[in-house]
């Protein structure tokens, strides 16, 4: 059975814990197991936060966040409206900068199945099998 969820957020960094949590509870209702929704928050959270510092810039702009499980599936969707973005190779997320940066996009491979970007990364894409 396929379900989805769609919700757009303004840019706003008070938004993210709000849509982590939609996100997590959707994930609950498609039965996965608590220590997975934790890992699946936490990616979330980051790719989240990178859209609101990196991606849309301004309040004014929505963050859309769209998950859809099938096939024991999460995909989990976060778009922004910003500006391009180049993915940095594997070695550069992995040493964070001077500031204690940099490792959100190890974190989220690290924690979900799939990471990917599309359309010069204003699209993250999160995939967690359940099981």
Wanted: proline share 2%; glycine share 8%.
């Amino acid at each position: 059975m396929k379900k989805h969820r769609r919700a757009a957020y303004s840019s706003d960094i008070k938004n993210v814990a709000l849509a982590r949590q939609s996100i997590a509870s959707f994930a609950v209702s498609c039965g996965f197991p608590e220590e997975d929704v934790s890992d699946i928050r936490l990616a979330a959270g980051e790719a989240l936060s990178n859209a609101v510092e990196h991606g849309s810039g301004t309040s004014a702009r929505n963050i859309l966040v769209e998950c859809t499980f099938e096939n024991e599936l999460l995909t989990i969707v976060i778009e922004d409206s910003g500006s391009s973005f180049t993915e940095p190779s594997m070695q550069a997320t992995v040493e964070p900068d001077d500031r204690g940066r940099g490792f959100g996009i190890f974190l989220m491979r690290r924690l979900m199945d799939e990471v990917t970007f599309d359309r010069n990364g204003s699209i993250v894409r999160l995939v967690r099998r359940r099981g």
